[in-house]
Every structure is written in C-alpha cells, then in structure tokens.
C-alpha cells in the first residue's frame, strides 16, 4: 500500500473572495496529459474542461484532502468515489477517471451544458434541478464561473 502525504486542501476555486486573477494564472498545462486525454477520450467529454476542473478543485494538488472530505486531484467525495468505482481516490489515474466519468453524467443529464454540468459537480445535481440552473451560493456561482474562464484559457492553450 502506498504511503501518502494528505494535504489540507480547500477548493482551490470555490472562495468567492479569493484574489487569484483566474484570466492570468498560469495553467498547468502537460501534467496528467496521458491520464486526462484517456479519460476524456472515453467518455467524449473535452479534455480542457477535465484541465479546468482539475485546475479549479485542487489545483493540480493529488493528495488534496478538503475539510468535507473530497479527495485528490478532482476533489472525490468518497461516495462519488465509490458511485463512479473508484478504490483509492487519492491515486490520480483513478480518481482522473473517476471525476471524468462523474464530469460526463453531468454533462449527459444537463444535456451538454456545461455551466450546469460543472455547477452539479460542485453543488450536487439534485441542487441544480431543484433550482432549475445554476444554485445561488456564491461558491457555486464563482466556481461556475471560474471553470469558464479556465476551460477557455485550456481550450485556446
């Protein structure tokens, strides 16, 4: 088994108040390349979002641990993990695999919208579809909107 240094980590997006200019911060850009475009490739879900999430929930953090309990490097709540047939989500081939194949079931249940799809991964689907859109929790409507940001800069990069 593996020996793993857990780091306390808070979504990196999620703060409303937090002073990153997401516009201007630099990408992380051919870390996890093989891992991501797998994924994204099995699920036909774009691997310059898979970059943003990833980028947004942790980072690029694997061993984040958030205060709630999401897991690596896109933030896994363990039931997620389990849903989605991860073992270990603190390894990131898996939980890659695991937060794509989650990604693509927000995609397919919001019907390719990506704004949804991403707020669901944050704030839950059932909170999606019971306000009919994007939640009014100013974490969700930040990450929201900083996924955007970040998928277009992975897109054009």
Not at 83 to 107: C, F, H, P, S
Not at 129 to 151: C, D, F, M, N, Q
Request: aromatic fraction near 10%; hydrophobic fraction near 40%; charge should be neutral.
């Amino acid at each position: 088994m593996a020996s793993f240094d857990v780091i306390s980590f808070y979504c990196y997006a999620c703060d409303p108040d937090s002073h990153v200019n997401w516009r201007t911060t630099p990408l992380f850009t051919g870390r996890y390349d093989t891992e991501i475009k797998t994924a994204a490739q099995e699920y036909g879900v774009d691997p310059a979002l898979v970059r943003a999430v990833i980028h947004a929930e942790s980072a690029f953090n694997e061993k984040a641990l958030s205060p709630v309990g999401a897991q690596g490097l896109m933030q896994l709540m363990p039931g997620t993990a389990l849903e989605v047939g991860v073992q270990n989500a603190m390894v990131a081939a898996d939980n890659i695999r695991g937060g794509v194949t989650y990604l693509a079931k927000m995609l397919e249940r919001f019907k390719g919208n990506t704004r949804l799809a991403t707020a669901a991964y944050n704030a839950g689907p059932g909170t999606v579809s019971r306000y009919g859109g994007i939640p009014p929790y100013a974490e969700t409507k930040a990450y929201v909107e900083r996924v955007g940001i970040l998928h277009e800069r992975y897109a054009s990069n």
